[in-house]
């Protein structure tokens, strides 16, 4: 799947023309380190540009031209509490959709949005097996929707386009939890309007647990061995504010400075042991390559929708947006490295580890899962073939753009089917598109003709197409109801690179 030599050459050469012809000056935002032959990010110069150069600008934003400056470790990184049932009442979690100001920089508040506080939301740590009740509430002055990304869920309750909750309404949804362990997320998915509540800051996590889980004596101790890694990139203003329309670009929004769990310049304190962290990638378009400072390895143990069939080890892993992976960094083995942290492939710092005295225990089972693509499954005829392509604003799927009146596709509750993904690609190239489906957790069958990687070997519900790239995957809906299936630049999304799905 990487072709990331291919890539490079061709940003190369996309960026000496634009060197060329920019009419953008240098900003001093994108001066940091690892700022790339000093490309202007500021695209307003190229607003209403037609053709070329806006083309090109397109494609260079994808392949993330506005570097991220080093995270300088200076707070502690923020870990989001985990919700607390209601102690009485109709449901048993209430979660409020709001505005607030939050202190990312001395001095400067920001406005922002955020689940039950000034910022993200609380991890919902939930069980298979149970029921629950979720009160939503929206205290927002817009429309805002809840959706559970990754989860298997009634179509009615998935909080797509369809459910959209005006401000002051309320609505408690149902579930029974039926998926095993994983890591998964939640954050608004109004008509048209995504990216940029989310870019305000809606976003939160939902972990799954289950017995196998449980019995694998995984680390697991929440805020001790066991850490979420939310990993966001933002563009602040002079006066400190989240600009969306101001750093907008209709590729997928950037910005140069990380926010991990919406800490700014955060560091890390972890113990002597094995320590897991879930990375999800919560950005508008930013994939990440990460990997340790030091070049070690690391064990890659879960996908998006749960563990792998045992840990994997890796130099490096990519993320796309909303794709998950649980990784094991053994700090025991670590501990004598100076300056370890999770960078990305330009060696930027993204989390700084500080190791501590405590020490943890060290076993990582090898046999965590019996995850497999059936010879059934590996039989089936494609049944639905779906093309994405194009950039900017001109991004479809099967050459549509997203109706909320039309139904685009239709599968029988229960019944597997096998669908043919492609991303075609441009004369320019192409871009690299995340496409997700909502409702369920998918199984990938080949990639380019091809037994997939091993890290793709566990369920997923968000998959990374390259140009040119065709990918085959076997899916099954659980529930009724109707579905988005879409791509995860949340601009692409917004713009339209997005379908629906009937599950009767
Ligand atoms: Cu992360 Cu349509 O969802
Ligand atoms: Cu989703
Ligand atoms: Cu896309």
Redesign the pocket.
Known sequence: MMKSMMKWLIIAVISSLIAGCSTGSTEEESTGTHSENGMNHDMSGMEGMDGMEGMMSGHMDHNNPISLEDSKGLNELAIPPLLTPNQSGDADYTLTAQKGEHAFLQGQETTTYGYNGDLLGPVLKLRKGETVRIKTINALEEDTTF?W??LEIPGDADG?PHNPLAPGEERTIQFKVEQDAATL?F?P?PDGN?AEQVYKGLAGLLYIEDERSDSLNLPDNYDVNDFPVLLQDRAFTKTGELDYEAAYNSDGTLGDRLLVNGTLDPKLSVPQGKVRLRLVNGSNARNYTVALSSGDSFQQIATDGGLLNEPIAMDTLTLTP?ERAEIIIDFEQLRKVSDLALVDDQGTILLPFEINEEVTSSELPSDLNSFAVTEEEESLPVTKRLELFGMMDMVTINGKKFDKDRIDLTQKVGETEVWELTNKPDPMGGMIHPF?I?GTQFKVVSVNGEEPDENLKGWKD?IALEPGDNVKIAISFANKGVY?Y?C?ILEH?DNGM?GQIEVK
Do not use: I
Request: hydrophobic letters at 25%; a negative charge.
């Open positions: 959706h990304h990754g797509g997320w954050h998915h995504t909303a997700h909502h968000t988005m879409h995860h999304e997005m």
